[in-house]
């Protein structure tokens, strides 16, 4: 699987690991922090989460422009590690994460490092493949950078929620992922009587090893334990962002340096040859603006995974799994864990087509990825057929009786990267492939930056999710992607000849 790939990719691919592994730690938790820390609701919560995720890959274009006009992709790297670190420590710190404002301020610390660190890191990857002996490898490549930086994240959900329940014991607690909610409810005077004396009381005294609390006195000590544990969950990324430093540091000098490429002496074009580039540069950049319209819909509906599917996980979930306990949040783990076992399967797939000659185009893939995304909305759509709306379970919760199934989400979380597999490690290809040399590290951030408006766009879900029926939510995200499928099939042939 690593033959006759460049020395680079495997340490610019090590190097990404352990920044993915801090990033999951924290995209793990971040939105039911959120709820816990400040009692937001979901859709205010999702707001939150939409800025957030939506600035991480907007800012990769600030990061993009900043390597391309300075010609060092490489420190560009560097200081973006740095930066996330700061925006990590800083939410580790429970006394200075007072307001939703704060809290904002320090992701958007993050998102900022982020910015500069991924967008250019997949750049220089790209790079690796400018040369014409691995020219062929490139899809190959991306995929197995994009295994390879999903390790990580296999862990990281466990790891989030083992330090955060680990504090919550210490505090003579057990880890419930209802009473956060329950309890702004009672701090707020939002809760009946009957919710006062039945689920509250019952919840509070099975976390406090049988023995029923002052409830006022329970529910500031229940979050304050609770939300600590988040925070120093969130410590956890900052070692994870100094092992990826050091990887980089001790590697830098296998990855490419563009600025010395360009020091090369080059022919002077003649006047044709200029309009001829200048043509090409054109359909070069359309095409990929094409493809970055049709992936908004994907990361849109595929990003809800720590939004929507994360609160379906919470509110409408049995959380068990073969008679033991699992957290809302542990369905995180699924993505990456899917990515690093699926992805040889998926580049044997490939290579056995590709030696029959009939091995589909990077766009075709993506038309096919966003076919199967839609394929795993119709299955929670369907699964979702008679549960209550929100609002009716909102403040007396669900019996497990009436909560769905652990492998729903097991099996969407499971299609829904599959169809990611189809789509972003090759998305990344062919932005590597088209994009003119001198705007690499533009149109790598172009490409985030087309993620960032899907996730803008996510609290959306959350909005759909407390308002409407959960059949009807989830029926939105499978038309979105079947139709981006439908038209990128239509445009398949164009994008394959300026491809070519």
């Known amino acids: 699987m690593f033959k006759n790939h460049p020395k680079g990719l495997i340490p610019a691919a090590l190097a990404n690991m352990g920044e993915r592994f801090g990033f999951y730690v924290m995209m793990a938790i971040l939105t039911l922090f959120l709820m816990s820390k400040f009692g937001l609701d979901g859709t205010e919560a999702g707001s939150l989460y939409s800025v957030f995720y939506g600035a991480i890959y907007i800012l990769a274009l600030v990061g993009g422009l900043i390597a391309d006009r300075l010609k060092n992709y490489k420190g560009t790297i560097i200081a973006g ?97 209802d009473l956060p909610g329950l309890c702004w409810q009672y701090k707020n005077g939002e809760m009946t009587q009957e919710v006062l004396n039945g689920r509250f009381t019952e919840l509070a005294t099975q976390v406090s090893n049988g023995v029923t609390p002052d409830m006022t006195a329970f529910a500031d000590a229940y979050l304050n334990a609770f939300n600590t544990g988040f925070h120093y969950a969130f410590s956890v990324a900052i070692v994870a962002m100094l092992v990826s430093l050091v990887i980089f540091l001790a590697y830098k000098k296998v990855l490419p ?64 799994v073969f008679g033991m306990p699992i957290s809302a949040e542990i369905f995180q783990s699924i993505n990456p864990f899917v990515v690093v076992f699926l992805t040889p399967v998926v580049m044997w797939i490939f290579g056995a087509l590709a030696k029959k000659g009939k091995e589909p185009s990077t766009p075709k893939k993506i038309g096919i990825g966003m076919g199967i995304a839609a394929l795993a909305y119709v299955v929670m759509a369907v699964a979702s057929l008679g549960l209550p709306l929100f ?33 972003s490690p090759l998305g990344l290809s062919f932005v590597s492939k088209v994009a003119p040399a001198h705007l690499q590290g533009l149109m790598q951030g172009c490409w985030l930056g087309a993620t960032a408006v899907g996730n803008f766009s996510l609290f959306l879900g959350a909005v759909m999710y407390e308002s409407i029926s959960l059949a009807a939510t989830w029926s939105v995200f499978a038309v979105v992607c079947f139709i981006s499928m439908a038209v990128m099939f239509c445009m398949v042939k164009w994008l394959e000849r300026v491809a070519k």
């Open 81 to 177: 590690l740095l930066v996330m670190s700061l925006g990590y420590a800083l939410l580790a710190i429970p006394a200075l994460i007072t307001t939703k404002v704060i809290a904002l301020g320090a992701l958007l610390v993050i998102a900022f490092g982020n910015g500069l660190f991924k967008g250019n890191l997949q750049a220089l990857v790209g790079q690796l493949y400018d040369n014409p002996k691995y020219a062929d490898k490139r899809d190959s490549g991306f995929q197995i950078f994009y295994m390879f930086i999903n390790i990580g994240g296999c862990v990281a959900p466990f790891i989030a929620t083992w330090v955060r329940d680990s504090f919550v014991k210490s505090q003579g607690f057990l880890y419930n992922s």
């Open 257 to 320: 340096n563009p600025a010395a490429k360009e020091k090369v002496e080059k022919a002077v074009p003649s006047k044709e040859e200029i309009k001829q580039d200048a043509k090409e540069i054109k359909q070069r950049i359309l095409a990929l603006f094409a493809v970055f319209g049709i992936v908004i819909f994907f990361w849109f509906s595929f990003h809800q995974n720590g939004l929507t599917l994360t609160m379906f996980a919470k509110d409408y979930t049995l959380l068990e």
């Open 391 to 423: 609002s009716e379970i909102k403040a007396t919760g669900l019996a497990d009786s009436a909560r769905v199934t652990p492998w729903v989400l097991f099996s969407v979380y499971f299609i829904l990267t599959v169809a990611e597999l189809f789509i």
